[in-house]
């Protein structure tokens, strides 16, 4: 038992070295490339200035863009919120009838053929320049992906295991929470995390079109006062706290389902 212990940690840590060494060689080649570019590339620092010179300016004025970065944090955590809780609602709906699943489908498909840099605007103009707007753009845009994965994942519930449950007397809630929920994590887990990529840039189109704060009005500041470092850190900033969010849902998903774990399926 002690033996196999180590053995498991090493073979862990191989693993996590695997996974996270590529993506991050590709990053430090990419940060590379771009650093020589603008050393030697004969462009001017206010057109493209080196990584070296974004992350100066950005720590330089790291507690500006903190101030906005937090806004920009809570638009997307209330607004995902949202957006969760109306896709579970409606996924439940679109499962338990295939009226509503074939009357709302097309209205679903159709309401992600709006362009973002049209509609922020509109939702501002409708619902005014607080948090509102920028809430309701964020669920707008992140709500498909989470009610496509909920309702294909519902699917994927063997027709045997409904039968056994219903023969057992189960009704429809027991049978979609005990069976057909748990079946539908790991879709909805695919949608969430296509989802979470769309968040932020929901977010900083909302604050483009107005606020008074968030990263979008603070890359539209520092591009007003062409300040190029600053729009990149801010840029770095959005890429950053994307690939945290994204990597938080794998955390999310192992705790949601245990079972995957204790079979050694990631």
Not at 173 to 198: E, H, K, M
Not at 218 to 225: F, G, I, K, L, V
Request: proline fraction near 5%; charge should be positive; hydrophobic fraction near 55%.
């Amino acid at each position: 038992m002690n033996a196999r212990a180590p053995q498991s940690a090493r073979q862990q840590g191989i693993r996590a070295t695997r996974r996270f060494l590529p993506p991050i060689l590709i990053l430090l080649l990419l940060l590379l490339i771009w650093q020589l570019y603008s050393s030697v590339g004969g462009t001017s620092d206010d057109v493209l200035p080196s990584p070296e010179r974004v992350a100066s300016a950005g720590w330089a004025d790291r507690s500006s863009l903190w101030a906005n970065t937090l806004p920009t944090l809570r638009e997307v955590a209330l607004g995902f919120a949202l957006s969760l809780t109306f896709a579970f609602g409606l996924s439940i709906l679109l499962d338990a009838s295939g009226i509503a699943r074939r009357a709302l489908t097309p209205v679903l498909v159709g309401s992600q053929t709006l362009p973002i840099i049209v509609l922020a605007p509109l939702v501002v103009i409708w619902f005014g320049f607080g948090l509102l707007p920028k809430i309701l753009l964020v669920a707008l845009v992140t709500f498909f992906p989470l009610v496509v994965g909920l309702v294909e994942g519902y699917a994927t519930a063997s027709r045997e295991s409904t039968t056994l449950m219903r023969t057992m007397g189960a009704g429809w809630w027991t049978t979609w929470r005990l069976l057909r929920l748990p079946s539908a994590l790991p879709s909805f887990f695919t949608g969430l995390r296509i989802a979470i990529t769309y968040a932020i840039v929901a977010a900083i189109f909302a604050e483009y079109a107005g606020a008074e704060l968030g990263l979008g009005v603070y890359m539209q500041t520092a591009r007003n006062s062409f300040r190029t470092d600053l729009v990149l850190a801010a840029v770095l900033v959005c890429a950053a706290l994307t690939m945290l969010l994204y990597a938080a849902t794998f955390f999310v998903e192992r705790l949601a389902m245990p079972w995957r774990r204790a079979g050694g399926a990631r």
